[in-house]
């Protein structure tokens, strides 16, 4: 149990740090406001699918 919550754990803090240096460096012509929307969502969907393997590892 220990060993998942440790895991999700440092996924998310590499998601969240390569969202961060993501953010720094933008490419190509779209706005900055369109890719840190995009990036949110992303981030968002990782966090919900990883809140739903956490509780069905509970079960």
């Known amino acids: 149990m220990r060993n998942d919550t ?3 754990f440092g996924m998310g803090a590499g998601m969240m740090a390569g969202m961060a240096l993501g953010m720094m460096m933008p ?3 779209t ?3 369109t890719q840190v929307g ?5 981030v ?3 966090v919900d699918h990883t809140v739903d ?3 069905s590892n509970l079960r």
């Open 6 to 8: 440790v895991f999700w």
């Open 27 to 29: 490419t190509g012509r």
């Open 44 to 46: 968002g969907v990782a």
């Open 31 to 33: 706005p900055m406001k």
């Open 38 to 42: 995009k990036r949110i969502q992303k």
């Open 53 to 55: 393997n956490l509780i």
